[in-house]
């Protein structure tokens, strides 16, 4: 007997049913914004996550040499492999390129609430616009997405931060501040106590003063934005606070401000990001880490040798979308179903195979036996996978011309004649033929 490997999952049908509607409902509105879908390769070199995150990213890849001694990866992200392909025709796409894709990932770090080693995600991206509206777009695809599948607006928040506004207030202290540790000290701070986010900012170049000063600007309400602008005195910052103010004016105008709070301290975690970045929260807190996040990284394509190209995107984590989805009492139900099983007695099988191809014409789901079971085991199978009629197809009933309809709910039967079921009904039911 072999375990499941950590970090892995199984999905039995039930489950699977639930997520596949989950993932068809995002995906339904994502395609509904003019995305196109993408496919993907599950292996990438490693170079390609070293020179973007360093050597230290190693250590959390599956990443090994293949027969032909490359040293490859199964890919942990999805950005870097979507920039390859933007830089390898990037002449011949129009612009602005909308993309999705739905598939798994692979990292090797510690398993928890929500984070898996495979784990599945949505990527959704525009690259080729810097236009806040593009930003909006974005917020709105996934404000949708999670409306769509049942959250209410108090079900959830978009924590919305500018990644320039972050950057521009570090250079701006008299200090030799490491701003890439900074920031990444500032997006790990909701996890750390205050004495913790303080040490490293300070480890980072901010002294104990400029620290909590930092610590402070960061909390500054939505109204009062310009109190950075006139603490920093650069165009950096200004032309950054200006540019989050048109993006939330945008998003207003798509109809999800409603979703959006400012939340300095969300800084997202790599270093790409450039611009504009949120995280989806759960509004009561029971899923205790962001749900999903997304952000502008105008700076990637180039650094793979395209053309400068800006992009935004979102990649809504299937695992915690789960969770955020179940607390709120809208995850689908976890059941089979089945819109017919057509249930052979004796030497019936031509007659029931027609009336099953038949219904399946219709577009139904469609069962019968390929086991040479008894009258009561098919029966009983029918009930276990949720049949709701079934189609019986005897002998007995084939000298009369006739077939038998049970409705599984009620238990009623009737007697139809053959030739005329299904008929011109699209969905037959046992009330089509009761007298």
Not at 420 to 432: E, L, Q, Y
Request: hydrophobic letters at 40%; aromatic letters at 10%.
């Amino acid at each position: 007997m072999y375990d499941r490997i950590k970090g892995f999952r199984d999905f039995y049908p039930e489950e699977m049913g639930s997520r596949r509607a989950v993932t068809d409902a995002v995906e339904e509105t994502v395609r509904s914004y003019g995305f196109r879908e993408i496919g993907t390769p599950a292996l990438e070199p490693t170079e390609m996550y070293v020179d973007k995150s360093g050597e230290e990213i190693v250590d959390e890849l599956y990443s090994f040499s293949d027969k032909g001694g490359r040293e490859v990866a199964l890919t942990p992200e999805l950005t870097p492999t979507v920039a390859r392909m933007v830089v390898a025709k990037q002449q011949e796409l129009s612009k602005p390129i909308k993309w999705f894709s739905t598939r798994p990932f692979w990292r090797y770090e510690e398993p928890q609430q929500g984070r898996y080693r495979e784990f599945y995600q949505t990527n959704v991206d525009i690259f080729g616009s810097s236009d806040p509206a593009a930003d909006a777009e974005i917020l709105a695809v996934a404000a949708d997405a999670l409306t769509n599948l049942g959250l209410a607006a108090d079900d959830f928040d978009f924590r919305v931060s500018h990644r320039d506004i972050l950057g521009g207030l570090l250079e701006s202290f008299d200090a030799d501040v490491d701003v890439r540790a900074a920031i990444r000290a500032v997006d790990k701070s909701a996890k750390l106590s205050a004495a913790e986010y303080h040490d490293l900012l300070v480890q980072a170049g901010l002294s104990d003063a400029q620290a909590d000063e930092f610590v402070d600007l960061l909390s500054v309400p939505e109204d009062e934005l310009g109190d950075l602008v006139d603490f920093a005195g650069t165009d950096r910052v200004e032309d950054a606070v200006t540019n989050l103010q048109n993006v939330l004016d945008a998003a207003d105008d798509f109809g999800v401000r409603e979703y959006c709070s400012l939340s300095l301290e969300t800084a997202r975690g790599l270093d790409y990001y450039t611009g504009v970045v949120f995280e989806c929260f759960d509004s009561t807190g029971e899923v205790s880490r962001a749900v999903f996040g997304g952000g502008r990284y105008d700076d990637l394509i180039e650094s793979f040798g395209g053309q400068p190209t800006p992009a935004v995107g979102v990649a809504p984590g299937h695992a915690t979308l789960g969770l955020l989805l179940q607390r709120a009492g809208v995850w689908p139900e976890e059941t089979l179903t089945t819109d017919y099983y057509v249930l052979q007695v004796g030497d019936t099988r031509s007659v029931a195979a027609r009336i099953a191809r038949d219904l399946r014409e219709r577009g139904h789901v469609v069962e019968s036996d390929v086991a040479g079971r008894s009258f009561g085991a098919q029966l009983d199978y029918a009930d276990s996978i949720g049949a709701e009629t079934v189609v019986i197809v005897g002998e007995r009933d084939l000298e009369n011309d006739e077939v038998t309809l049970k409705d599984m709910a009620s238990g009623e039967q009737v007697q139809v004649d053959v030739d005329a079921f299904p008929g011109d009904h699209d969905s037959p039911t046992f009330d089509d033929f009761a007298e």
